[in-house]
């Protein structure tokens, strides 16, 4: 089991930068894939990025490709999202979520993970 607790969403303009955080519980965080999500209001959750067990591999939405970075601090238990150039169109409630998979080509689609925090508003305007 593993409880997510995303945190630093909040509300910047177009053209500013945020970093997000989720922190894991448990002893095993360096044993789950993790994935950012966003779900906008009356949209389905989209993928948004995604860094393996050890980080040493990134995938990103073309959306934000270039402009957000996910990275990981296993010895922290916590994964981060840098989102710069940010967008009207970034606006979402951001999900953090851990996948037990090593690899797949799925993941992309939300319901590859396993767990799921609560979610941080992020809020661009123009």
């Known amino acids: 089991q593993v409880q997510l607790i995303e945190s630093g969403g909040g509300l910047v303009q177009a053209g500013g930068s945020l970093r997000l955080s989720c922190a894991a519980s448990?002893?095993?965080?360096?044993?789950?894939?993790m994935g950012w999500f966003r779900q906008a209001p009356g949209k389905e959750r989209e993928f948004v990025a995604r860094?393996?067990?050890?980080?040493?591999?990134?995938y990103y939405a073309d959306s934000v490709k270039g402009r957000f970075t996910i990275s990981r601090d296993n010895a922290k238990n916590t994964v981060y999202l840098q989102m710069n150039s940010l967008k009207p169109e970034d606006t979402a409630v951001y999900y953090c979520?851990?996948?037990?998979?090593?690899?797949?080509?799925?993941?992309?689609?939300?319901?590859?993970?396993?767990?799921w925090g609560q979610g941080t508003q992020v809020t661009v305007s123009t």
């Open positions: 448990g002893r095993t965080f360096s044993s789950y894939a």
């Open positions: 979520a851990a996948d037990r998979t090593y690899y797949s080509d799925s993941y992309y689609r939300p319901d590859e993970y396993d767990y």
């Open positions: 860094i393996t067990r050890g980080g040493g591999s990134t």
